[in-house]
Every structure is written in structure tokens, then in C-alpha cells.
Antibody, heavy 125, light 112 residues
Framework: QVQLVESGGGVVQTGRSLRLSCEAS????????MHWVRQAPGKGLEWVAV????????YYADSVKGRFTISRDNSKNTLYLQMNSLRGEDMAVYYC??????????????????WGQGTTVTVSS | QSVLTQPPSVSGAPGQRVTISCTGS?????????VHWYQQLPGTAPKLLIY???NRPSGVPDRFSGSKSGTSASLAITGLQAEDEADYYC????????????FGGGTKLTVL
């Protein structure tokens, strides 16, 4: 079945780096844009970043721009989020999510129809 | 604060109808971008509940419906059931500044 499995979360000190992975299965990964969405403890959902199906378009939330990098390896069906200069406010459960349809560039008019179970990032001082 | 505004909480008794509002602006909902709704049960990942303002993915009961007008959207739940108790989020695209995908702050639905 269609599935996304995140990994790579853990405890990291302020200012350090961490790389999250999201392995996809059950669909043609290389045809769909992918997102990272995070949820701080007890808070709502916050969109983090998006990457187009081929990696040619990437956009970030202002809160992570310049510190986080989204990437993908379509040969491995895997999405990544490289997080540098981590701050306390980056502490959250990070979800990867799939675009609902396959778009030529980015899907501005569609939702995210498949989500992973999330991986937890804890930033300690 | 979120670009899309939702009430923090709503409640209703089993069998009743509740609605959750999502208010945006001329840069997102009012600009014609579609609104999508997600249900997040306690301790689980979000699930797409309504897409394209009013469409239900397969498997979502028709007790759930969505609508959009102007710069706002609404999620309605009829025949409220205990298992509907969850957090609900609206989501759209915002074209201001560099552009971004945006979520509402979320609404906690309590079934009394």
C-alpha cells in the first residue's frame, strides 16, 4: 500500500545539524511533489518545505529558509530534510507528505493525501 | 498567528451538527486557491479529509462536507460521533511575499 516512513529524528544540541529521511513505497515517487510539515509539542501544523517531482523547484517557510534544505533521490524513493543551525523552536514532530496529484511544477491547488507517521526532533541546550 | 484563522475549539453532542470556519485573505482563499481539511486523531498523523474545498477522498463518510465562499471556508460535520473527536486543520496556498503553503491554527472538536 501507499506508505511514507520517516526516520532520522533524535536529540541534538542547539546549533548542530540533523538529516531526516522519508522512504516512500506503493506509488511512483518520482512523479509527485513532496512536503515536510512539522508540529511543535502541543501546537498546530506548520508547513516547512516543498520539492517538485524532479527536484527543480524548492520552497521553504521563512522560519527555516537558509538553514534547512529539502532534497530527494528518486532512484532510492527517498525524501530528505537537512537541518542545520538547529534552534529550540525547531523542536517538533516532522512529517513528510505527498502531493495529492502529479503536477508539472508545484501543486498550488491540491492537498497532501498521504502522510508518514512522523519523526521527533528534540533540540536541547 | 496563522495566516488562516480557525476557532480554537468547538463542541457538540452526539448526533448534532457542528461547523468549523477557516478565514483567510485575498492572498490565499480569496485569491482562488483551494482549501483542504485534515483530521488529526490524538497521537496520529494528519489525514486528508476534504480536498478542493468540498471533495471527499474515498473512505471519508459523507457526514463530512466542505464549502468555500469569498475569503473563508467551512467544514461541517453532521451526525456527530464520538470518534470524530480530533483536531481539524484547514490548509491552502498563500501567494503573498515568496509564497507558501499555509495551515490554520487548528480546531479541537470535543464530542460531549
Amino acid at each position: 500500500q501507499v506508505q511514507l516512513v520517516e526516520s532520522g529524528g533524535g536529540v541534538v544540541q542547539t546549533g548542530r545539524s540533523l538529516r531526516l529521511s522519508c522512504e516512500a513505497s506503493g506509488f511512483t515517487f518520482s512523479s509527485f511533489g513532496m512536503h515536510w510539515v512539522r508540529q511543535a509539542p502541543g501546537k498546530g501544523l506548520e508547513w516547512v518545505a516543498v520539492i517538485s517531482y524532479d527536484g527543480s523547484y524548492r520552497y521553504y517557510a521563512d522560519s527555516v529558509k537558509g538553514r534547512f534544505t529539502i532534497s530527494r533521490d528518486n532512484s532510492k524513493n527517498t525524501l530528505y530534510l537537512q537541518m542545520n543551525s538547529l534552534r529550540g523552536e525547531d523542536m517538533a514532530v516532522y512529517y513528510c507528505a505527498k502531493d495529492q496529484i502529479s503536477c508539472p511544477a508545484l501543486c498550488h491547488y491540491y492537498g497532501m493525501d498521504v502522510w508518514g507517521q512522523g519523526t521527533t526532533v528534540t533540540v536541547s541546550s | 498567528q496563522s495566516v488562516l484563522t480557525q476557532p480554537p475549539s468547538v463542541s457538540g453532542a452526539p448526533g448534532q451538527r457542528v461547523t468549523i470556519s477557516c478565514t483567510g485573505s485575498s492572498y490565499n482563499i480569496g485569491a482562488g486557491y483551494d482549501v483542504h481539511w485534515y483530521q488529526q486523531l490524538p497521537g496520529t498523523a494528519p489525514k486528508l479529509l476534504i480536498y478542493g474545498n468540498s471533495n471527499r477522498p474515498s473512505g471519508v463518510p459523507d457526514r463530512f462536507s466542505g464549502s468555500k465562499s469569498g475569503t473563508s471556508a467551512s467544514l461541517a460535520i453532521t451526525g456527530l460521533q464520538a470518534e470524530d473527536e480530533a483536531d481539524y486543520y484547514c490548509q491552502s496556498y498563500d501567494s503573498s511575499l515568496s509564497g507558501s503553503w499555509v495551515f490554520g491554527g487548528g480546531t479541537k472538536l470535543t464530542v460531549l
